[in-house]
């Protein structure tokens, strides 16, 4: 879903997991669906850990606890590993998150995220421990990620950290554009340059 970056704060999801790959976070049978409703891939999301073998509920699931909540992800280090599955980032989008936070993203999976709308936000190990910390001592603490400023601030203990993004996706993300939008939106100097080339 298209939506414009700036500010978000947020109680936060923790998945203290590392290696977490596409399969875990969409497995392959549904890489079949024919749709691209976000609420299919939402509903998707981590699907094998969500639900047992019989179809029930997994209630020590960290998603199926009433306790989390929010619109951030923070999880462990080298999030979205394993194969390229754009799916992957719908799944996280169509859940409703809007940013994941990690120490080390697969480089495809963090671009996927990126052009779904969803911020990667790599912080570091030190930093992403305090999280999972501050979490577990507080599920209702608040996490605030400034896309302008290009900060992540743990509001439990007034700690921040700055995160690189690329200045184009940064620009896409802030003013809610795709690559399409982005292009559209420069037709006029697209034609112009064109038009110059070619004298």
């Not at 414009?4 to 669906?33: G, M, Y």
């Not at 421990?129 to 400034?146: N, T, Y």
């Not at 292009?183 to 034609?191: D, H, I, P, S, Y």
Request: hydrophobic fraction near 40%.
């Amino acid at each position: 879903m298209k939506q414009k970056f700036n500010i978000i704060t947020s109680t936060c999801v923790p998945l203290p997991l590392e290696n977490v790959d596409t399969d875990q976070i969409i497995p392959a049978r549904f890489l079949k669906a024919t749709t691209r409703e976000e609420k299919f891939f939402g509903d998707n999301l981590f699907r094998d850990w969500r639900y047992k073998a019989d179809g029930s509920l997994n209630e020590h699931f960290v998603l199926n606890d009433p306790t989390y909540g929010g619109c951030i992800l923070v999880a462990g280090k080298n999030f979205g590993s394993g194969s390229s599955r754009e799916h992957a980032a719908w799944a996280i989008a169509g859940y409703g998150f809007r940013v994941v936070i990690s120490s080390f993203f697969a480089d495809i999976h963090k671009n996927n995220e990126l052009n779904n709308f969803v911020l990667p936000v790599v912080v570091s190990e030190d930093f992403l421990s305090e999280l999972f910390q501050s979490i577990k001592a507080d599920p209702k603490m608040e996490v605030e990620v400034d896309l302008p400023r290009q900060t992540v601030t743990n509001k439990a203990t007034g700690r921040s950290e700055h995160f690189d993004i690329n200045g184009y996706k940064k620009h896409c993300l802030i003013n809610g554009l795709d690559d399409i939008d982005f292009l559209v939106q420069n037709e006029a100097k697209t034609v112009a340059w064109e038009n110059s080339a070619a004298l």
